[in-house]
Structure formats: structure tokens, C-alpha cells
């Protein structure tokens, strides 16, 4: 199961890097388009609907390689004990408001779907097409979430704790910058 979940994470991080790619093409071909005289109007919409894309593809693997903003100073002037109860609350607390993000995200796109919502720029395609981004990766980041609360209470150190401090024993400090 763990290497199916880190597998998951991965490649759920490869498509939010995929989607970003995208933007840049589409970008780079409106720019172009635009010098022959061609109407690009509706890539503006597509390059929205990219960039939700790989911001929330992206959530989950950069909430387990510890790239997601922490606050850590009360964290580290606690004993272990302290830190590890701390941990469990916080992770607790960020389970619950993810699966509501979760909830939210699949309900939102299924009344999208069940009530044939259509866009209102330039290119009219369904709704739910660009918003299943925001359900999969809300989804795919509450079992990043859930998967680290199960990691801590069997007794081990947060994944994301351990990868932030493989990188600073490597000397990268490049994501404290």
C-alpha cells in the first residue's frame, strides 16, 4: 500500500507539473497566434482552468515532501511528546477541513455535471470538465493528509518533517528561502 500511495502522490505531482508545461505552450502559442491576427480570447480560458489544475494536483505531493507553508516555532521548543501530540491535533484538524474541502469540491462539480452547467466565456464546454481538477486533487490530498495522521499515530515521524530535514542534512535550503 505504501508504495501505491507514494506512487499516487508522484504521479499526482507529475500532472500538476504537466498542466504547468501546458500553460506555458498555451501561452507561448496565444503570443504567436496573436501576431497573425488570430483570435485567441478562449485560451485565456483554458490557461484558468490549467492553472486550478496544477495547483491542486500539486497539493498532494508537495503537502508529503514538506513544500506546504508550516508554522513550526512552538513545534520546536516542545519536547517530542509535546510535538508528537501537536502533530496528531494539527493533522486531525487539517483531516477534517480537508475532507470538507473534499466534499465541497465533488458535490460542487457533481451539481455541475447533474445540472449541465456551461461555461460563459468563449469556449462552452461543460462545467464539470475543468472543475473535476479541484474534486480529484482535493480528494487525492485528504488521503495525503489522512495518510500522515495514520503514520504519526502508528508512531512515526511525519513524512514531510522527515523530507525537509533529508534535505537541510544535504545541505538544500533552497525551499526555507
Known amino acids: ?27 507561448i502559442t496565444q503570443s504567436v497566434l496573436r501576431e497573425f491576427g488570430v483570435r485567441t480570447g478562449a485560451m485565456n480560458d483554458v490557461v484558468a482552468w490549467f492553472c486550478a489544475a496544477a495547483a491542486f494536483f500539486a497539493m498532494p505531493h508537495a503537502f508529503k515532501h514538506g513544500d506546504f507553508v508550516r508554522v513550526t516555532l512552538l513545534l520546536e521548543k516542545v519536547p517530542s511528546r509535546q510535538r508528537r501530540m501537536l502533530e496528531i491535533i494539527s493533522l486531525v484538524i487539517g483531516s477534517v477541513a480537508t475532507a470538507y474541502l473534499a466534499w465541497s469540491a465533488c458535490q460542487f462539480t457533481y451539481e455541475s455535471w447533474e445540472f449541465n452547467d456551461i461555461a460563459q466565456g468563449l469556449l462552452p464546454i461543460p462545467m464539470w470538465i475543468p472543475q473535476m481538477s479541484f474534486a ?25 518533517v522527515r523530507e525537509v530535514e533529508e534535505r537541510h542534512a544535504r545541505g538544500d535550503f533552497s525551499s526555507e528561502v
Do not use: Q
Open 1 to 27: 500500500m505504501r508504495r501505491f500511495l507514494d506512487r499516487l502522490y508522484i504521479a499526482s505531482g507529475a500532472l500538476g507539473a504537466a498542466f504547468i508545461a501546458l500553460i506555458c505552450v498555451l501561452m
Open 136 to 160: 480529484i486533487g482535493s480528494v487525492l490530498l485528504l488521503v495525503a493528509v489522512v495518510d500522515e495522521l495514520v503514520i504519526v499515530l502508528r508512531g512515526g515521524v511525519p513524512t514531510f
